[in-house]
Structure formats: C-alpha cells, structure tokens
C-alpha cells in the first residue's frame, strides 16, 4: 500500500477539541482499568488470528500504539462485526477498532477518531468470471458481504442485487470461491490479502474512496481528543509508516 494512504493529512483534519463536561471521566477510566478495544478478527491485513489464535493485524498494532502514546494498557475482546457498535453503545467497550468505514449513517450513533487510513472498495470474483466489471453488473447476481458493513448496505442500493451477508468476510470470500456467490464487495486492502490466499479469485473493480477510523461514543470526548493526539504522534513519530509498511505490503 502506498504510504501516503495512511493518514497524510491528519494533522489538517484535526477537528476542534471536544468540550462536553460530562465526558471527562472516560480518560480517567481507561487509565485506571484499561481501554477495553472490539475487534473482528477476519478482516486481514486490519486484524486476523494467526496460527496460535491469537489476535494481530494492523488495527492491533495501531490501537496499541495510540494507547502507549496514551499511557494506557489495551483489554481487546474479540467478538461479531455485527456487534461491534451495539457492545460499544453499551458501554461494554470503549473503543471499536476493526477496519470500521466512516458513513454518515454510524456518525448518527458514534464518534469517530481520525481517519488512519484511506482508499477504495473492491469487486472481487471467480477468476473464470467475465460479466462482472463495475458495481452495476453486480443486478442479477448473488453478492457476498459482511453483515453489518458498509458493503452491505453499497450491495444493497444495487438494483436487483441478491446481497448474501455473513457473519464473516473470510466465510463471504470462501462463499464465492465455492460458486455460492457471484462477487464479494470488500476494502481494496482486504481483497488484496484475500486473492493472495484464494488464487481461484481476482479483482475486478475499485468503486470510490474509504476513510477508515477508530469508533468512539460521543459522550466520550475526552477520550476522543487524546486518540486523535495520540493517532498525530504515532504519524510525527514515524510508527504509522512503519506498520503500514508491515501490514500493507
């Protein structure tokens, strides 16, 4: 991935800082007994389990970063896409970090740090398909994706598309792989890693740009604020490039 995806501008972006009185108390929270961080773990080169179940990827090594910056310990649950924003609605979690899309529609419920990372969707099938090349050649066919996502609900708004969701990305990318699907809608990034460990598959199409961002409530804007200090150093620092270099090869 080409370096300058990653948060190039994020010190412009800076919003002003977040003034609710009431949120004060989440940093102080998350310095006592951790940020707790939910994550989906099936959505490589953001976060996967490797050969010892264990939890890695590139939201993982951000996440811990920004909290180091912070000066606090990450408690990271693993658990549904699907029920990443409810659990933090909760208040189960402090923070979603799991490739999760900017859209209007989450910013109606969450706050959102800035964006880390940038780039497009991507139409991913078989490598036999030949009638399939942009978003509206996608009416008439059965379209994996994610539940809960943004692909879903960019499927969703084509015509005649039979959108098929699952759970997880790796049972969609497996779904087309197996002819249960025609397509899966994924991140750029993501369908990249996907075509690497399924050969039978191929990109055929990018649709449009994606900022990628860590999930917070609103009423925690203190917490918020120091994420976004936090994100800003890990950039000045050069870590960002580093783990982009690392996981987005």
């Known amino acids: 991935m080409n370096k300058t995806l990653a948060l190039t501008a994020l010190a412009l972006l800076a919003p002003a ?25 099936d959505y490589p080169p953001f976060e996967s389990l490797d050969s010892s179940n264990k939890v890695v990827g590139f939201d993982i090594d951000l996440i811990n970063a920004v909290a180091r910056q ?8 693993s658990q549904s896409f699907d029920g990443l924003i409810p659990s933090l609605l909760a208040k189960k979690a402090d ?12 910013k109606k419920s ?44 960019l499927v969703s708004g084509v015509k005649g598309a039979n959108v098929k969701a699952f759970n997880l990305y790796t049972d969609a990318a497996l779904a087309v792989q197996t002819r249960q699907a025609n397509a899966l809608v994924l991140h750029k990034v993501v369908a990249n890693s996907f075509v690497k460990v399924y050969p039978d598959l191929k990109i055929v199409a990018t649709l449009g740009s994606l900022n990628t961002a ?12 120091r994420m976004n200090a936090a994100l800003i150093e890990v950039r000045k620092s050069g870590e960002l490039d580093r783990l982009v270099g690392k996981w987005f090869k």
Do not use: H, W
Not at 70 to 77: A, D, I, S, T, Y
Not at 95 to 106: D, F, P, Q
């Open 17 to 41: 800082l977040l003034t609710s009185a009431q949120a004060q108390s989440c940093v102080a929270n998350a310095k006592a007994n951790g940020l707790t961080v939910v994550t989906s773990p």
């Open 70 to 77: 912070m000066g606090v310990k990450v408690n990271l649950v």
């Open 95 to 106: 923070v979603v970090a799991s490739g999760l899309t900017i859209t209007e529609e989450r």
């Open 110 to 153: 969450v706050a959102f740090s800035l964006p880390y990372i940038s780039g497009p969707n991507a139409i991913v099938v078989r490598k036999e398909t030949t009638d399939i090349k942009k978003l509206g050649d996608l009416a008439g066919k059965t379209v994996a994706v994610q539940l809960g996502t943004a692909q879903e609900k």
């Open 214 to 225: 860590f999930a917070v409530r609103k009423d925690c804007g203190d917490l918020t604020n």
